[in-house]
Protein backbone atom coordinates (compact mmCIF):
# COMPACT_ATOMS: atom_id res chain seq x y z
CA UNK A 1 0.00 0.00 0.00
CA UNK A 2 1.23 3.53 -0.44
CA UNK A 3 -0.94 6.69 0.61
CA UNK A 4 -0.14 9.61 -0.95
CA UNK A 5 -1.35 13.38 0.91
CA UNK A 6 -2.99 15.74 -0.98
CA UNK A 7 -4.64 19.47 -0.67
CA UNK A 8 -8.26 19.29 -1.20
CA UNK A 9 -8.37 21.82 -4.53
CA UNK A 10 -9.27 20.53 -7.94
CA UNK A 11 -5.52 21.50 -8.71
CA UNK A 12 -4.17 19.60 -6.13
CA UNK A 13 -6.45 16.79 -6.26
CA UNK A 14 -5.95 16.66 -10.48
CA UNK A 15 -2.21 16.07 -9.53
CA UNK A 16 -2.07 13.31 -7.40
CA UNK A 17 -4.50 11.23 -8.90
CA UNK A 18 -2.15 11.67 -11.82
CA UNK A 19 0.30 10.70 -9.56
CA UNK A 20 -1.68 7.86 -8.29
CA UNK A 21 -2.76 6.72 -12.10
CA UNK A 22 0.93 6.73 -13.25
CA UNK A 23 1.69 4.07 -10.25
CA UNK A 24 -1.36 1.62 -11.31
CA UNK A 25 -4.09 3.59 -9.31
CA UNK A 26 -6.00 2.06 -6.27
CA UNK A 27 -5.50 -1.72 -7.82
CA UNK A 28 -1.67 -1.32 -7.71
CA UNK A 29 -2.53 -0.47 -4.14
CA UNK A 30 -2.31 3.69 -4.24
CA UNK A 31 -4.92 5.58 -2.32
CA UNK A 32 -5.22 9.22 -1.51
CA UNK A 33 -5.96 11.13 1.32
CA UNK A 34 -6.89 14.85 1.70
CA UNK A 35 -5.39 16.92 4.81
CA UNK A 36 -6.08 20.71 4.55
CA UNK A 37 -3.80 23.06 4.74
CA UNK A 38 -2.99 27.09 5.93
CA UNK A 39 -3.16 27.90 2.33
CA UNK A 40 -6.77 26.65 1.36
CA UNK A 41 -8.43 27.62 4.73
CA UNK A 42 -6.70 31.38 5.19
CA UNK A 43 -8.21 32.76 1.81
CA UNK A 44 -8.27 36.93 3.01
CA UNK A 45 -4.62 37.09 3.86
CA UNK A 46 -1.45 38.07 0.79
CA UNK A 47 0.45 35.00 0.67
CA UNK A 48 3.76 37.26 0.65
CA UNK A 49 4.73 36.23 4.12
CA UNK A 50 3.32 32.92 3.86
CA UNK A 51 5.25 30.53 1.03
CA UNK A 52 8.63 30.43 2.88
CA UNK A 53 6.54 28.81 5.79
CA UNK A 54 5.44 26.11 4.14
CA UNK A 55 1.68 27.68 3.48
CA UNK A 56 0.49 25.05 1.37
CA UNK A 57 2.99 22.18 2.23
CA UNK A 58 3.36 22.33 6.37
CA UNK A 59 -0.12 20.23 7.25
CA UNK A 60 0.88 17.39 4.55
CA UNK A 61 4.89 17.25 6.03
CA UNK A 62 3.04 16.93 9.56
CA UNK A 63 1.08 14.25 8.17
CA UNK A 64 4.46 12.65 6.53
CA UNK A 65 6.43 12.71 9.43
CA UNK A 66 3.48 11.19 11.48
CA UNK A 67 3.22 8.06 9.00
CA UNK A 68 -0.50 9.42 8.29
CA UNK A 69 0.70 9.47 4.43
CA UNK A 70 3.87 7.85 2.77
CA UNK A 71 4.00 10.31 0.08
CA UNK A 72 2.95 14.05 -0.62
CA UNK A 73 2.57 15.57 -4.02
CA UNK A 74 3.27 19.24 -4.00
CA UNK A 75 3.25 22.06 -7.16
CA UNK A 76 7.23 22.01 -6.29
CA UNK A 77 6.65 25.87 -7.01
CA UNK A 78 4.96 25.96 -3.24
CA UNK A 79 7.24 24.15 -1.25
CA UNK A 80 10.25 25.25 0.80
CA UNK A 81 13.71 25.14 -0.59
CA UNK A 82 14.85 23.38 3.06
CA UNK A 83 12.55 20.66 3.43
CA UNK A 84 12.25 19.45 7.05
CA UNK A 85 14.68 16.85 9.07
CA UNK A 86 13.66 13.47 7.84
CA UNK A 87 11.93 14.09 4.45
CA UNK A 88 13.20 14.31 1.16
CA UNK A 89 12.06 14.87 -2.60
CA UNK A 90 11.19 11.23 -4.03
CA UNK A 91 10.69 12.23 -7.98
CA UNK A 92 10.20 15.40 -9.71
CA UNK A 93 8.41 14.06 -12.94
CA UNK A 94 8.29 16.08 -16.23
CA UNK A 95 7.42 19.48 -16.02
CA UNK A 96 4.28 21.07 -17.69
CA UNK A 97 4.35 24.25 -19.61
CA UNK A 98 6.10 27.26 -17.47
CA UNK A 99 4.71 29.94 -18.47
CA UNK A 100 2.03 32.28 -16.72
CA UNK A 101 -1.09 33.07 -18.62
CA UNK A 102 -2.85 36.58 -18.88
CA UNK A 103 -6.33 36.43 -18.97
CA UNK A 104 -8.45 39.47 -19.71
CA UNK A 105 -12.34 40.69 -19.94
CA UNK A 106 -12.53 41.82 -23.12
CA UNK A 107 -14.15 45.22 -22.88
CA UNK A 108 -10.53 45.62 -20.71
CA UNK A 109 -8.81 45.09 -24.02
CA UNK A 110 -6.07 47.39 -25.21
CA UNK A 111 -3.84 45.80 -27.72
CA UNK A 112 -1.74 48.72 -28.35
CA UNK A 113 -0.28 48.55 -25.12
CA UNK A 114 3.21 46.57 -23.75
CA UNK A 115 0.09 43.94 -21.53
CA UNK A 116 -3.27 44.24 -23.73
CA UNK A 117 -5.06 45.58 -20.59
CA UNK A 118 -6.79 49.55 -20.49
CA UNK A 119 -4.73 51.87 -18.86
CA UNK A 120 -5.92 51.91 -14.77
CA UNK A 121 -7.22 48.50 -15.69
CA UNK A 122 -7.55 46.01 -12.36
CA UNK A 123 -5.54 42.69 -12.45
CA UNK A 124 -5.59 40.05 -10.21
CA UNK A 125 -2.88 38.46 -8.35
CA UNK A 126 -1.28 37.44 -4.90
CA UNK A 127 2.46 36.44 -6.03
CA UNK A 128 4.98 39.24 -5.26
CA UNK A 129 7.01 38.24 -8.35
CA UNK A 130 3.64 39.20 -10.68
CA UNK A 131 2.73 42.38 -8.94
CA UNK A 132 6.47 43.22 -9.52
CA UNK A 133 6.31 42.59 -13.07
CA UNK A 134 3.45 44.46 -13.43
CA UNK A 135 4.95 47.55 -12.00
CA UNK A 136 7.48 46.83 -14.38
CA UNK A 137 5.90 46.51 -17.54
CA UNK A 138 2.56 48.44 -16.75
CA UNK A 139 3.21 50.64 -13.43
CA UNK A 140 -0.42 52.33 -14.07
CA UNK A 141 -2.42 49.35 -13.38
CA UNK A 142 -4.20 48.48 -10.47
CA UNK A 143 -3.17 45.38 -8.70
CA UNK A 144 -5.71 43.64 -6.64
CA UNK A 145 -5.53 40.56 -3.80
CA UNK A 146 -6.69 37.56 -5.70
CA UNK A 147 -6.67 34.45 -3.66
CA UNK A 148 -9.11 31.04 -4.26
CA UNK A 149 -8.59 28.00 -6.49
CA UNK A 150 -8.00 28.24 -9.98
CA UNK A 151 -11.57 28.00 -11.37
CA UNK A 152 -12.66 30.74 -8.74
CA UNK A 153 -9.86 33.15 -9.68
CA UNK A 154 -10.73 32.68 -13.92
CA UNK A 155 -14.08 33.36 -13.27
CA UNK A 156 -12.91 36.82 -11.54
CA UNK A 157 -12.20 37.44 -15.26
CA UNK A 158 -15.21 36.07 -16.70
CA UNK A 159 -17.36 38.28 -15.06
CA UNK A 160 -15.67 41.24 -15.59
CA UNK A 161 -15.27 41.73 -11.64
CA UNK A 162 -11.82 42.26 -12.62
CA UNK A 163 -10.45 43.51 -15.86
CA UNK A 164 -7.96 40.73 -15.88
CA UNK A 165 -5.99 38.00 -14.21
CA UNK A 166 -2.75 36.38 -13.75
CA UNK A 167 -2.27 32.21 -13.49
CA UNK A 168 -0.12 29.20 -14.65
CA UNK A 169 -0.44 28.07 -17.41
CA UNK A 170 -0.15 24.75 -15.96
CA UNK A 171 -3.10 24.91 -13.57
CA UNK A 172 -5.28 25.86 -16.43
CA UNK A 173 -4.21 23.43 -19.30
CA UNK A 174 -3.97 20.42 -16.13
CA UNK A 175 -7.96 21.14 -15.38
CA UNK A 176 -9.30 21.88 -18.82
CA UNK A 177 -10.91 24.57 -18.49
CA UNK A 178 -13.01 26.74 -20.53
CA UNK A 179 -11.93 30.78 -20.72
CA UNK A 180 -15.41 31.56 -22.17
CA UNK A 181 -15.24 34.39 -24.09
CA UNK A 182 -12.62 36.23 -22.19
CA UNK A 183 -9.02 37.18 -23.90
CA UNK A 184 -5.99 34.87 -23.31
CA UNK A 185 -2.44 35.77 -23.82
CA UNK A 186 0.45 33.63 -23.26
CA UNK A 187 3.15 35.72 -21.21
CA UNK A 188 7.02 34.91 -22.60
CA UNK A 189 8.69 33.26 -20.12
CA UNK A 190 11.62 34.70 -21.44
CA UNK A 191 11.15 37.92 -20.32
CA UNK A 192 7.83 37.42 -18.15
CA UNK A 193 9.58 35.17 -15.83
CA UNK A 194 8.19 31.88 -14.35
CA UNK A 195 8.70 31.16 -10.22
CA UNK A 196 11.13 28.97 -9.27
CA UNK A 197 9.77 25.51 -10.15
CA UNK A 198 6.91 26.61 -11.49
CA UNK A 199 4.78 23.38 -13.96
CA UNK A 200 6.77 21.07 -11.81
CA UNK A 201 5.53 18.56 -9.44
CA UNK A 202 7.49 17.67 -6.37
CA UNK A 203 7.20 13.95 -4.69
CA UNK A 204 7.82 14.35 -0.70
CA UNK A 205 8.66 11.16 1.38
CA UNK A 206 10.36 10.35 4.61
CA UNK A 207 13.96 9.70 4.39
CA UNK A 208 14.51 6.06 3.97
CA UNK A 209 11.46 4.54 3.24
CA UNK A 210 12.37 2.15 0.65
CA UNK A 211 8.83 1.37 -0.16
CA UNK A 212 7.80 4.57 -0.81
CA UNK A 213 10.75 4.96 -2.85
CA UNK A 214 10.30 1.55 -4.61
CA UNK A 215 6.85 2.81 -6.03
CA UNK A 216 7.57 6.77 -6.88
CA UNK A 217 11.61 6.45 -8.21
CA UNK A 218 9.81 5.05 -12.14
CA UNK A 219 8.25 8.77 -12.19
CA UNK A 220 11.42 10.63 -11.81
CA UNK A 221 12.85 12.71 -14.68
CA UNK A 222 16.33 13.96 -14.49
CA UNK A 223 16.20 16.77 -16.94
CA UNK A 224 13.25 18.69 -14.98
CA UNK A 225 14.75 17.98 -12.07
CA UNK A 226 18.18 18.91 -12.82
CA UNK A 227 16.24 22.47 -14.42
CA UNK A 228 14.07 23.03 -11.34
CA UNK A 229 17.09 22.28 -9.38
CA UNK A 230 19.13 25.02 -10.57
CA UNK A 231 16.35 27.39 -10.27
CA UNK A 232 15.35 26.56 -6.54
CA UNK A 233 18.98 26.69 -6.05
CA UNK A 234 19.30 30.23 -6.49
CA UNK A 235 16.05 31.00 -4.97
CA UNK A 236 17.73 29.30 -2.03
CA UNK A 237 21.14 31.20 -2.20
CA UNK A 238 19.30 34.43 -2.08
CA UNK A 239 16.93 33.49 0.65
CA UNK A 240 14.12 35.08 -1.45
CA UNK A 241 11.19 32.70 -0.51
CA UNK A 242 8.39 34.89 -0.54
CA UNK A 243 9.37 37.90 0.65
CA UNK A 244 11.64 38.98 -2.46
CA UNK A 245 9.77 38.88 -5.64
CA UNK A 246 12.14 36.45 -7.72
CA UNK A 247 11.71 34.83 -11.20
CA UNK A 248 13.63 32.14 -12.97
CA UNK A 249 14.09 29.67 -15.44
CA UNK A 250 16.69 27.09 -16.50
CA UNK A 251 17.35 24.77 -19.15
CA UNK A 252 19.72 21.85 -18.98
CA UNK A 253 21.52 20.58 -22.64
CA UNK A 254 22.31 17.03 -22.72
CA UNK A 255 25.97 17.67 -22.39
CA UNK A 256 25.78 19.17 -19.20
CA UNK A 257 25.67 22.41 -19.94
CA UNK A 258 22.67 24.75 -18.88
CA UNK A 259 21.16 28.71 -18.63
CA UNK A 260 19.70 30.08 -16.05
CA UNK A 261 17.84 33.40 -16.32
CA UNK A 262 16.88 34.51 -13.08
CA UNK A 263 15.46 38.46 -12.51
CA UNK A 264 14.35 40.34 -8.80
CA UNK A 265 14.14 43.47 -7.55
CA UNK A 266 17.10 45.20 -6.34
CA UNK A 267 17.72 47.74 -3.45
CA UNK A 268 16.81 50.29 -5.73
CA UNK A 269 12.86 48.98 -6.60
CA UNK A 270 13.87 48.04 -9.85
CA UNK A 271 13.20 44.53 -11.70
CA UNK A 272 16.36 43.34 -13.34
CA UNK A 273 16.76 40.00 -15.36
CA UNK A 274 20.20 38.44 -15.66
CA UNK A 275 21.15 35.13 -17.70
CA UNK A 276 24.48 32.83 -16.95
CA UNK A 277 25.22 30.20 -18.99
CA UNK A 278 28.11 27.01 -18.66
CA UNK A 279 28.41 24.34 -16.49
CA UNK A 280 25.20 23.63 -14.51
CA UNK A 281 27.73 23.23 -11.06
CA UNK A 282 28.37 26.66 -11.25
CA UNK A 283 25.87 28.64 -12.50
CA UNK A 284 23.74 29.19 -9.19
CA UNK A 285 26.96 31.34 -7.84
CA UNK A 286 27.43 33.14 -11.00
CA UNK A 287 23.62 34.23 -11.34
CA UNK A 288 23.57 35.04 -7.53
CA UNK A 289 26.88 37.25 -7.96
CA UNK A 290 24.95 39.23 -10.96
CA UNK A 291 22.01 39.64 -9.39
CA UNK A 292 24.14 41.15 -6.35
CA UNK A 293 25.76 43.28 -8.62
CA UNK A 294 22.82 45.26 -9.91
CA UNK A 295 24.08 45.82 -13.23
CA UNK A 296 21.90 46.67 -15.94
CA UNK A 297 19.03 44.70 -17.58
CA UNK A 298 20.08 42.00 -19.64
CA UNK A 299 18.51 43.55 -23.01
CA UNK A 300 15.46 41.73 -24.36
CA UNK A 301 13.27 43.22 -27.01
CA UNK A 302 11.16 39.95 -27.97
CA UNK A 303 7.05 40.49 -27.11
CA UNK A 304 6.00 40.16 -23.58
CA UNK A 305 3.21 38.10 -24.69
CA UNK A 306 1.27 35.98 -27.72
CA UNK A 307 -2.08 34.86 -28.20
CA UNK A 308 -2.33 32.53 -26.46
CA UNK A 309 -2.01 28.41 -27.87
CA UNK A 310 -4.96 25.73 -27.06
CA UNK A 311 -4.83 23.81 -23.50
CA UNK A 312 -7.83 21.42 -24.52
Known amino acids: MLTIGTRGSELALWQAR ?65 LPPGLVLAAIPERAEVNDVLLVHRSALDMSRALPVKAGGKIGTASMRRSALLQHVAPD ?36 LDPGDVAVFDLNPQRWLPAAAQGALGIEIREGDENAMGYLKTLHDPATAAAVGLER ?19 VAKDGTATLRAATVGTDGIWRTIEVQGPVDTLVERAFALLM ?20
Request: aromatic share 4%; with cysteine.
Open 18 to 82: HVQARLGGEAAGVQLKIVKTSGDQLLNIPLQAQLDKGFFTKELEVELAAKLVDAAVHSLKDLPTN
Open 141 to 176: LKVVLLRGNVPTRLNKAKTGELDAVLLARAGLARLN
Open 233 to 251: GLLRRIEGGCHSPFGALAT
Open 293 to 312: AQGPDLPDTSPWYTPARPWH
